[in-house]
C-alpha cells in the first residue's frame, strides 16, 4: 500500500522553469540542460522500479516515496521506504549506464560510459548512512525499532555490474531480483514478534509529518541573478513572452493567440523561480501589467493566500505539482 507517491522532484520543474526564462545564448544553458537531464534520468530510474513494486501492494507493506526527515540538524534522504511488522527495507535507486565497478577497497563505483570513466561515492556507505540514521531518528521518537535492511536497486537493466566484493552482491540488485530478496526477507523473519499495527501507524504518520521537501532557490545555486530572467506572460503558440492583458484576457502582440488564463503558468514559473512569497508589485512587474486591482483580481481568482493589509500584503503561492 502507497502512503506517499512519487512526485516529480522540485529540481526538475525549477530547472524546466529557468529553461523557458533564461535567453537562448546564456552561459549557464548546457550546464543547466545536463543537470536537468540528470535528475530526468534519476525519477525514470526510481519510476521504472515501481512495476517490481507491484507485489507489494497490499496492507502487508506500507511504502514511502521520496521522504526527507531531519535529526539533530541533518537530514536523511530515503528514495523508497518499505515497512512491515517485522522489518523496514530501504531501496536507494541509482540509474546509472554503462560499465559500474563497485570497489569496495576504496568505497566507491566507478562508471565507465563511452569510454570515459567517473567516479561516484560508494552507494553502499551512503545506505549505511541512511540505515544508521533512521534508527537514530526511530530511537529519539521513542519508536519501535525494526530491523532495517537496505538494497541498492539498479536501475538500469542495460548496465554492466561488477564489484570485487562480495557484500556487494548481497546489497546491490538488479530490480528483477527485487522481489526474490523480499521473498528471503519474509522467509527470515518469518517467526519473528511484529509490532502492533498501530505502532507501525505511528511511525508512518510521524515520517509524513516530519518528510521536509528540499527548498533551494534555484537562481542561487547557479549563481543567476534575478535580473538575467525573462518576465512577462508567455505565448503557448509562437513562445513569446508577449501577451498582453485585454478585456480579460491575454492577448500575444506577435501571433494574436488568446488566452484566459496564461498567468497561471507564469505564476507557478515565478513561484519555482522566486519563492512562494509574493507582493502585488512583484506580481504586476513579472507579469508586466500596471493595474493593482488586476493583481487583486488575479490573486482572489485563483485563491491565493494572503497575510497582511493594503500595501504589506504578502501573497503565497502554491508550489505546482
Ligand atoms: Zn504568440
Not at 525549477?14 to 550546464?31: D, G, N, S
Not at 545536463?34 to 534519476?42: M, P, V, W
Not at 538488479?174 to 526474490?180: A, Q, V, Y
Amino acid at each position: 500500500m502507497i502512503l506517499k507517491e512519487r512526485q516529480v522532484p522540485e529540481i526538475i520543474l525549477k530547472l524546466q522553469a529557468i529553461l523557458e526564462r533564461l535567453p537562448i545564448q546564456h552561459e549557464k544553458i548546457i550546464l543547466l540542460k545536463n543537470d536537468l537531464s540528470k535528475f530526468q534520468a534519476g525519477f525514470n530510474g526510481e519510476k521504472s522500479i515501481d512495476f517490481y513494486l507491484q507485489p507489494l501492494l497490499t496492507q502487508d507493506f506500507l511504502i514511502l516515496h521520496d521522504i526527507r526527515i531531519p535529526i539533530n540538524n541533518q537530514f536523511f534522504q530515503i528514495d523508497t521506504l518499505i515497512l512491515t511488522k517485522k522489518y523496514i527495507l530501504i531501496l536507494e535507486i541509482k540509474n546509472l549506464a554503462g560499465t559500474i565497478n563497485f570497489d569496495g577497497e576504496f568505497n566507491q563505483a566507478v562508471q565507465t560510459k563511452n569510454g570515459k570513466q567517473k567516479a561516484f561515492p560508494d552507494p553502499l556507505y551512503q545506505l549505511n548512512r541512511q540505515e544508521t540514521m533512521l534508527r537514530k531518528w526511530l530511537d529519539s521518537n521513542q519508536l519501535p525499532i525494526l530491523p532495517i535492511h537496505g538494497l541498492v536497486v539498479m536501475s538500469n537493466v542495460n548496465a554492466v555490474i561488477r564489484a570485487n566484493h562480495e557484500h556487494f552482491s548481497q546489497k546491490v540488485i538488479r530490480p528483477t531480483s527485487l522481489s526474490k530478496k523480499i521473498k528471503e526477507l519474509e522467509d527470515y523473519y518469518i517467526q519473528a514478534t511484529e509490532v502492533q499495527e498501530k505502532q507501525l501507524k505511528k511511525i508512518t504518520k510521524r515520517l509524513l509529518r516530519m518528510h521536509t521537501p528540499l527548498k533551494q532557490s534555484i537562481l542561487d545555486s547557479y549563481g543567476i541573478a534575478k535580473e538575467e530572467i525573462i518576465m512577462g506572460v508567455c505565448c503557448e503558440r509562437c513562445h513569446k513572452y508577449a501577451l498582453k492583458r485585454r478585456h480579460g484576457r491575454w492577448k500575444c502582440n506577435g501571433c494574436s493567440w488568446v488566452s484566459k488564463d496564461a498567468h497561471k503558468s507564469a505564476m507557478n514559473d515565478y513561484c519555482l523561480l522566486f519563492g512562494e512569497k509574493i507582493t502585488s508589485k512583484e506580481l504586476q512587474a513579472f507579469l508586466k501589467i500596471d493595474s493593482p486591482s488586476l493583481a487583486t483580481r488575479l490573486f482572489r481568482d485563483l485563491k491565493v493566500q494572503r497575510e497582511g493589509d493594503k500595501k504589506s500584503t504578502i501573497y503565497t503561492l502554491e508550489y505546482p505539482q
